[in-house]
């Protein structure tokens, strides 16, 4: 698509139905539709196999009925009472970086961030976490099914119908014919399994505050409250709370090891803070940091979050970009990638600059609008306010009670060259493969002031 824009111009039709506009200034009018309704392309939603899940309702009155269900799980307030849950996981994973430091081993930042992250949005799904920060080399259900989703998008995408074939055949032949589609299922057994564990001990837990809970909830349509549309909400929540932030958290890491000057100005700013034990301060606290805040920004910024096309369609007004009218119930896209990169909101876009959020404070312009990787309006991503505070959290801690260094990781490890769901590297010469992990040696552990 970048080619195409080169050589045609912002606006570009890439297939028979769909436009795609590279303009940061128009991606709001893409996603937020303002007072318009806004529905998402019948023909994208296929490749998760998840047709009853809110991420996948086609139209906005319906979408907007299933998000109300979710949404209060997800808000500041409902986080604030979760923070010392995900300080007890925070803990949990400093001490497999404490044991990896005493052992000399090489650590992968992807899994150890992913197994967190999964640990958290499990707990906040079923009522209790699935302890995944206790497997030896971070290889657990969630990743592996992540992964194998990445290998088989576009077919999905292009070819539901085969997706959806493959899954009412035995696990056992389908790891013979396409392991990625195998280990897909098997995340979809395990939900299965743990949401219904979940309802069964409804009456010896505080069943109200979980999101199984809700999704069985009486007062909802029983359309609503049924169990396979649990479970597909079981699994784009688990994917969308796992894979985007511990990204996130790798790239921002990655960045910050390679440059010792912006690690020591974090590390100076977080001791601006009363010492506290096992350096797990408070959101607000770190909340008032600047430089932290730049930083967290800026990793978001190079994580992209999902980079596919995510096409909205507005049903009934026609949208004018610029000269051209687009007619009503044209898909149309824009992909975060050509956001985040644009060289007049981000100068040296591909520079990792914390700084840059600092200057554009301290000069009124608001760059968070142009923040993509939770796309935008009444369809972005529920879980933002727990990815930031996931963020906020590890990387405060990790930073101020270890050192760390890369290890075998470059930048070629990090750079997108392909898109499936999310970015990953191109093959690295002299290597059979990138393996597209940040992976890294703890060298230390930083003795409280």
């Given at each position: 698509m970048e080619k195409m824009h080169r050589k045609y111009g912002p606006i570009v039709r890439i297939n028979p139905r769909e436009l795609h506009i590279q303009d940061p200034h128009y991606y709001s009018t893409i996603y937020t539709g303002s007072t318009r309704k806004v529905n998402k392309d019948a023909l994208s939603v296929g490749a998760f196999d998840v047709p009853t899940s809110t991420a996948a309702t086609i139209d906005h009155n319906h979408h907007r009925a299933r998000r109300s269900y979710l949404s209060s799980y997800f808000s500041k307030r409902s986080l604030s009472q979760l923070e010392p849950i995900i300080h007890e996981r925070i803990g949990k994973l400093c001490g497999r970086l404490e044991e990896a430091m005493q052992q000399g081993e090489v650590i992968s930042l992807d899994g150890a961030f992913s197994a967190l992250t999964a640990d958290i949005i499990t707990l906040r799904f079923y009522g209790q976490h699935s302890d995944y920060l206790s497997i030896?080399?971070?290889?657990?259900?969630?990743?592996?099914?992540?992964?194998?989703?990445?290998?088989?998008?576009?077919?999905?995408?292009?070819?539901?119908?085969?997706?959806?074939?493959?899954?009412?055949?035995?696990?056992?032949?389908?790891?013979?014919?396409?392991?990625?589609?195998?280990?897909?299922?098997?995340?979809?057994?395990?939900?299965?399994?743990?949401?219904?564990?979940?309802?069964?001990?409804?009456?010896?837990?505080?069943?109200?505050?979980?999101?199984?809970?809700?999704?069985?909830?009486?007062?909802?349509?029983?359309?609503?409250?049924?169990?396979?549309?649990?479970?597909?909400?079981?699994?784009?929540?688990?994917?969308?709370?796992?894979e985007t932030t511990s990204r996130a958290l790798s790239v921002t890491f990655f960045y910050l090891l390679s440059n010792e000057s912006l690690l020591k100005r974090l590390r100076d700013e977080l001791d601006t803070l009363p010492s506290t034990q096992d350096n797990a301060y408070s959101l607000t606290q770190l909340e008032a940091l600047p430089f932290l805040a730049a930083?967290?920004?800026?990793?978001?910024?190079?994580?992209?979050?999902?980079?596919?096309?995510?096409?909205?369609?507005?049903?009934?007004?026609?949208?004018?970009?610029?000269?051209?009218?687009?007619?009503?119930?044209?898909?149309?896209?824009?992909?975060?990638?050509?956001?985040?990169?644009?060289?007049?909101?981000?100068?040296?876009?591909?520079?990792?600059?914390?700084?840059?959020?600092?200057?554009?404070?301290?000069?009124?312009?608001?760059?968070?609008?142009?923040?993509?990787?939770?796309?935008?309006?009444?369809?972005?991503?529920?879980?933002?306010?727990?990815?930031?505070?996931?963020?906020?959290?590890?990387?405060?801690?990790?930073?101020?009670?270890?050192?760390?260094?890369?290890?075998?990781?470059?930048?070629?490890?990090?750079?997108?060259?392909?898109?499936?769901?999310?970015?990953?590297?191109?093959?690295?010469?002299?290597?059979?493969?990138?393996?597209?992990?940040?992976?890294?040696?703890?060298?230390?552990?930083?003795?409280?002031?």
């Open positions: 030896k080399n971070f290889r657990f259900v969630v990743r592996d099914a992540f992964i194998g989703l990445s290998q088989v998008y576009h077919m999905g995408r292009l070819l539901p119908l085969i997706a959806n074939l493959l899954k009412h055949l035995p696990i056992p032949i389908i790891r013979m014919i396409m392991p990625s589609v195998a280990d897909l299922l098997n995340l979809r057994e395990e939900i299965k399994h743990n949401a219904a564990g979940t309802l069964k001990a409804k009456n010896t837990i505080d069943f109200k505050s979980v999101i199984v809970g809700s999704l069985a909830d009486h007062t909802i349509p029983a359309e609503e409250r049924t169990f396979d549309r649990m479970v597909d909400e079981g699994i784009v929540i688990i994917f969308a709370g796992t930083v967290i920004q800026e990793g978001l910024r190079l994580s992209f979050g999902p980079v596919s096309r995510m096409p909205r369609v507005s049903p009934h007004d026609a949208l004018q970009y610029k000269d051209y009218v687009i007619p009503p119930g044209t898909p149309v896209s824009q992909s975060a990638y050509f956001v985040h990169t644009d060289p007049s909101i981000y100068p040296d876009p591909h520079t990792f600059d914390p700084d840059r959020w600092i200057r554009a404070a301290q000069e009124g312009v608001v760059l968070d609008k142009y923040i993509a990787n939770f796309t935008k309006g009444r369809r972005q991503c529920l879980g933002i306010n727990m990815s930031y505070t996931e963020l906020y959290l590890t990387i405060a801690r990790i930073v101020r009670s270890f050192t760390l260094e890369l290890h075998d990781t470059t930048k070629d490890d990090i750079d997108i060259y392909h898109a499936r769901i999310v970015g990953f590297p191109r093959q690295v010469k002299g290597q059979k493969e990138a393996h597209g992990e940040v992976q890294v040696k703890v060298t230390g552990k930083i003795v409280a002031k």
